[in-house]
């Protein structure tokens, strides 16, 4: 097994040094724990008339004297590869360079108590190429370990030149009798070289020697370590100290902090940012059960308050945006190609990573042509539990009654053949409809009239929406009257078979409570969310079953559309709290 990492620079000179120093034991291990029982170790040396230098030379031999150490320790047996590439032609240089890379070598080997083979045996060659004669040579030492029991050292190890390796040549020719004369006489003097290496060893390569040891301690500290030690330490130390301030005020201030001071467009995207890397908090009280309702089969509602289109519009954070609380989410409104894309690529995203809230529905609000309409519904119907048309993107048909009860039960049967019967259809009928200038009696009108379709086109929901703007935040008292008023209207239209979701102008609890009362089956919200922070569900929540248990109503399904049967007379007589104690 290899376990050098290849070659880096050295010096300005080209000379180059071998990296891999670096969990060298750790590698030797896994490699040992895997069967291998033999190392190789590369090095690689440029020679002419001035190099290799003293530095290169040092450097080289104790990194191999290094990596030999550990690669015994390891149980491996440790070969060292030294590549020379004379081109300067000249055979004494050849004997100059191997004879100071030997004895350097040596002298690293005694420093750092490995053991190394008796025999060597050395191999030079000569290349011939198209442009001239060069004279390569390769130098191997061979160092043996435990390889799990006493193994004898090898008697000679004979190998093969890099660059002969590369060519088609033959058996590489024998070494010539000077350069193995030469190599036999080498032991007798090698104790006195080593020693003379040793007292002429430049301080430079002992320094480098250093800075190498220094940086293989940092490369095994902990990471913890070097966390703590680290510019990301100080990053992370200061966000604890801000979450230790944070974490004790309450949730209203913290909602006065992060909402009450921004504008509505800079809360929107603060409140989208921050549900797409799930920051937001997460509503952990336990909502009760006496306001879940379900007004159709399959088409639950655990919670009556949910969130309005306009604010999370292409999808991004629907899973956090059910954490505040939110019983369903309306995202959109979905009106080109491109925002298609986005919600139906985030919803799938959504699903993959399995964060589907089992407790929550999710809608989406459309718009276009009747082709446009069923297109949407077969790509993203899979992916959602309702589909809102908003009847001003209808491209003017939604006014004629005909068309568009056509249109509303082409896209019922349409959803009826998709996997599991598909989402549910609803109607918004947005504050400005039929026009912008229409008085009261015709917005009345016109609510009838889309109420009878909805109703015969068995659709599941009717949308009526409040113009917050125009009325200035949540509106005044009267504009809520008159929303109120619609709601009734519908109600009444649909006789309790369609759904009805207040959409706006609500400003608390007992505003929410009050469109129940009207015939509303559950309350949508979404400026008071900018306004209030991540706490308003809650608190509607909260003060929704506050109310409901202090005026006697068994659940919120009684009280919806009470206001209505009251005006006809048909009041039923309120049944025990079984949730309110018991007056004497």
Same mark, same amino acid.
């Not at 890099?162 to 009798?177: K, L, N, T």
């Not at 030469?182 to 800075?211: G, H, Q, R, V």
């Not at 619609?486 to 505003?511: H, M, P, Q, Y």
């Given at each position: 097994m290899r376990v050098d990492q290849g070659f880096v620079p050295l010096n300005s000179f080209g000379e180059k040094g071998t990296e891999g120093m670096v969990l060298l034991e750790e590698r030797c291990e896994d490699g040992y724990k895997t069967g291998v029982r033999i190392a190789k170790w590369r090095t690689q040396l440029e020679c002419n008339l001035e190099m290799p230098t003293d530095v290169a030379v040092w450097e080289n031999s104790d990194c191999i004297a290094r990596a030999a150490r550990i690669c015994q320790a390891c149980g491996l047996a440790f070969i060292a590869e030294i590549q020379t590439a004379q081109n300067t032609g000249c055979a004494e240089q050849d004997i100059n360079v191997t004879s100071d890379v030997l004895a350097a070598l040596m002298g690293s080997h005694g420093s750092h108590d490995s053991s190394a083979?008796?025999?060597?045996?050395?191999?030079?060659?000569?290349?011939?190429?198209? !442009? !001239?004669?060069?004279?390569? %040579?390769?130098?191997?030492?061979?160092?043996? %370990?435990?390889?799990? +029991?006493?193994?004898?050292?090898?008697?000679?190890?004979?190998?093969?030149?890099?660059?002969?390796?590369?060519?088609?040549?033959?058996? $590489? $020719?024998?070494? $010539?009798? &000077?350069?193995?004369?030469?190599?036999?006489?080498?032991?007798?003097?090698?104790?006195?070289?080593?020693? +003379?290496?040793?007292?002429?060893? &430049?301080?430079?390569?002992?320094?480098?020697?250093?800075?190498?040891r220094r940086a293989e301690e940092d490369a095994k500290q902990s990471l913890l370590s070097q966390i703590v030690n680290s510019t990301a330490g100080a990053v992370i130390g200061a966000a604890i100290a801000g979450g230790i301030v944070w974490l004790p005020l309450s949730s209203q201030a913290k909602s006065d902090m992060c909402c009450g001071k921004l504008g509505e467009e800079s809360a929107a995207r603060v409140l989208v940012k921050a549900a797409r890397w799930r920051l937001l908090p997460r509503d952990l009280d336990k909502d009760d059960p006496y306001l879940v309702i379900e007004p159709h089969d399959g088409l639950k509602f655990y919670t009556p308050v949910g969130l309005g289109p306009g604010l999370d519009r292409s999808a991004e954070g629907v899973g956090a945006l059910f954490d505040l609380g939110f019983g369903f989410v309306e995202v959109g409104p979905i009106s080109t190609s491109s925002e298609l894309e986005a919600v139906r690529r985030n919803l799938e995203r959504r699903d993959a990573s399995r964060q589907i809230a089992q407790l929550g529905l999710v809608g989406a609000s459309v718009g276009g042509s009747r082709e446009e309409l069923l297109a949407l519904m077969a790509s993203l119907g899979p992916k959602l539990q309702f589909l809102a048309v908003d009847l001003t993107a209808l491209n003017g048909y939604g006014k004629r009654e005909e068309e568009l009860a056509k249109v509303v039960k082409e896209l019922v049967l349409a959803a009826m053949r998709l996997p599991g019967g598909g989402p549910r259809v609803f109607l918004r009928l947005p504050?400005?409809?039929?026009?912008?200038?229409?008085?009261?009696?015709?917005?009345?009108?016109?609510?009838?009239?889309?109420?009878?379709?909805?109703?015969?086109?068995?659709?599941?929901?009717?949308?009526?929406?409040?113009?917050?703007?125009?009325?200035? +935040?949540? !509106?005044?008292?009267?504009?809520?009257?008159?929303?109120?008023?619609?709601?009734?209207?519908?109600?009444?239209?649909?006789? !309790?078979?369609?759904?009805?979701?207040?959409? %706006?102008?609500?400003? &608390?609890?007992?505003?929410?409570l009050d469109a129940v009362e009207a015939g509303a089956t559950v309350v949508q919200i979404s400026t008071l969310l900018l306004q209030e922070g991540p706490a308003a569900c809650r608190q509607i929540k909260d003060g929704m079953a506050q109310l409901l248990m202090q005026e006697g109503h068994v659940n919120l399904k009684s009280v919806i559309g009470a206001a209505v049967l009251r005006r006809r007379g048909k009041v039923k007589q309120k049944k025990r709290n079984p949730w309110k104690p018991k007056t004497t």
């Open positions: 083979a008796h025999a060597l045996r050395v191999t030079s060659e000569l290349e011939q190429s198209q !442009g !001239g004669t060069k004279r390569s %040579g390769a130098v191997q030492a061979a160092f043996c %370990g435990q390889l799990g +029991c006493e193994v004898p050292l090898c008697p000679a190890v004979r190998f093969s030149s890099h660059r002969w390796a590369q060519s088609s040549a033959g058996i $590489p $020719p024998d070494m $010539p009798e &000077n350069l193995r004369q030469i190599m036999d006489d080498y032991a007798a003097w090698l104790a006195t070289a080593t020693l +003379c290496l040793a007292e002429s060893m &430049n301080p430079f390569c002992m320094l480098l020697a250093k800075e190498r504050a400005t409809w039929p026009r912008a200038t229409a008085s009261h009696e015709e917005r009345r009108r016109a609510v009838a009239e889309v109420a009878e379709v909805a109703r015969h086109s068995e659709a599941a929901g009717l949308i009526v929406c409040h113009d917050d703007v125009a009325h200035g +935040c949540q !509106g005044t008292q009267e504009s809520r009257r008159l929303h109120r008023e619609l709601i009734s209207e519908a109600f009444e239209k649909t006789k !309790g078979d369609v759904a009805i979701v207040a959409s %706006g102008g609500l400003r &608390n609890a007992r505003d929410a």
